[in-house]
């Protein structure tokens, strides 16, 4: 199946409030509408994951991204170096048309801009954010390629979107830049120490 076609597919699917395993430059994700209510408690169900844990969402650039998170000069300079890569920022929601379910009643979420061209062409055509949460059982190792995926999770998905192995291999940092200082949530393949000094440096 060529890409148009699989693109094509991949956002009737997230249209009809399916859900759709799909690459990214770190591991494999589980991709929904992030606007969805349905969609995103299916998410939940198929990863077996604590309803009061957060998902991450994916955006295509950092101007879709300043429509629904409120954007400061901390997450500027780590978009600037960084994006789309292998770190995701955490911002205060603006846009409410994020389902409460991805940030649990909170007021911020984790966004990510990710840096592989299929993810990037199929969130600008659909338009809207998508889940970007490891297409696996809660608390079990990310995968990097299809093979890596249970059948159990296989076989509760809509569409799989089979583009070899992953080039990072390894979850993205998330880090909360929503107020100063940035807090580190998870480490990855970015060193949180890198994220503060690049900050540092740039406010002086």
């Not at 300043?66 to 920022?89: Q, R």
């Not at 080039?167 to 503060?196: N, Q």
């Amino acid at each position: 199946m060529n890409d148009e076609i699989l693109l094509n597919k991949a956002i009737r699917t997230l249209r009809s409030g399916g859900v759709i395993i799909y690459p990214t430059e770190t591991v494999y994700g589980l991709g929904a509408d992030a606007t969805n209510h349905s969609a995103i408690n299916k998410i939940f169900e198929i990863k077996r994951r604590d309803k009061f844990k957060p998902l991450l969402i994916a955006f295509s650039s950092i101007e879709m991204a300043k429509k629904y998170v409120w954007w400061n000069k901390y997450a500027d300079i780590l978009a600037k170096k960084y994006l789309p890569g292998p770190l995701s920022l955490v911002l205060s929601i603006k846009d409410d048309s994020i389902d409460e379910n991805v940030y649990q009643g909170g007021i911020k979420v984790g966004i990510r801009i990710p840096k592989n061209d299929f993810a990037l062409k199929l969130i600008s055509n659909f338009n809207k954010p998508i889940t970007s949460t490891s297409a696996n059982i809660s608390g079990e190792k990310p995968p990097v390629k299809i093979d890596d995926i249970s059948d159990e999770i296989k076989n509760k998905v809509d569409l799989i979107i089979d583009k070899g192995e992953c080039e990072v291999k390894m979850p993205s940092t998330i880090v909360d830049v929503s107020s100063y200082p940035p807090r580190l949530i998870r480490e990855g393949v970015i060193k949180f120490d890198e994220i503060k000094e690049t900050i540092e440096s740039n406010l002086k």
